[in-house]
């Protein structure tokens, strides 16, 4: 997965002066802890964090960006920008929350989560249910930048918008081959992991950039500090553009099945199904892209750790563990084929809106359909990944899904 020859000249430049002044960028792009939480408190004019569950995560992240992410000068630019914007969207939100304490009384009934591993059609299928206007998604541009609360009146017009688009456009810019792999934009619809990385708590910051000490932590971590933060961030998203339900989305729920189910009991859970040997050269492949934004050493083998068949199966195996359990009915669960959904996406969405017992209006259904037209595959480029580019063995790999495959009746793609 070679990327070099994606960077334009002007980023090569930059880096190079980087890698000169090695020395000198730590201490021009700091990731002190103490000097970016004053730092929010300074541009924010606010003190209050809302807690300080958050620091010991955001320590280990920084320590592990500092030691272990290889960033480039660009990289620190970014990854300290990340957290800034995050500690300022906490003073900003604790401040909303004491300003306006009925933000906090707020409900969050009947949730509807989409899960599945990465690259399995997740991302479509939200866009598609996020053209129902029932369905609250929450979209890149009040992820990014939440406060002051987004308001119907002016939510599809908000200056926030601009403002997020010109970051994706950064980011298309550092690396062009990424606009073929993953759309963004400030009015897509955005991940979980956007949410809940503001608890510090978040697969965010390992699909991002190369941070391995932080990703062992995580994998232990009590992630219910983070599902509880990401109430709050949805009661406030909510405060002045309410709907019907949310529809949200992320991966990563796959791994944590039971805090998402302990913070909302009434949740209902659309799993998407994709043969696991695909999704693993394609995620493989988007996240050698974000790490190349950020780092001259995009590190397969350390993706391969959290992301290969190893960390694939696992991300199966607890979520089917929490799906088997006595205690959980299997009912609030629907699942989704990725080749049922490229080939009948309005079928497959029909059946999760009957299995929930929701209706499908024709004018809904026509706006799903829509949409599709004006975004074909491969409407910005062919994203070009392969299973093969893993350096694994097709055989064993395959070996280790023959169960998932077998229940969920999912086609082999890779032979």
Known sequence: MKLEAERPEWLHGLNDVGRELLASSAAIVPMDGEALLAEARRNTGLDDFGGDEFLEPMRILLDSLEG?????????IL???DVLNLLENRLQIEDAFVRQPKIAEGRIDGPIFIVGLPRSGTSILHELLAQDPAHRVPLSWEARFPCPPPETASYDTDPRIERADRIFRFWNELVPAYRTMHEMGGRIPCECIWLTAHSFISEEFVG???????????ADADLSPAYAYHRRMLQLLQWRHPAERWMLKAPSHMAALDPLLAEYPDARIIMTHRDPLKTMGSTASILSALSWMRSDEADIELIKLGFGGEGMAHRLAQAIAVRDRSDVDEGRFFDVRYADLLENPIESIAGAYAHFGLELRDDVAARMRAYLRAKPQGKHGTHHYAFEDLGLDVVRERARFTDYQQRFGVPSEVR
């Not at 272990?68 to 620190?76: D, I, K, N, S």
């Open 68 to 76: 272990e992410a290889r960033l480039t000068l660009m990289g620190r």
């Open 208 to 218: 991002r950039q190369q941070v391995p000490s932080y990703a062992a932590w995580l």
């Open 79 to 81: 990854a300290r920008s």
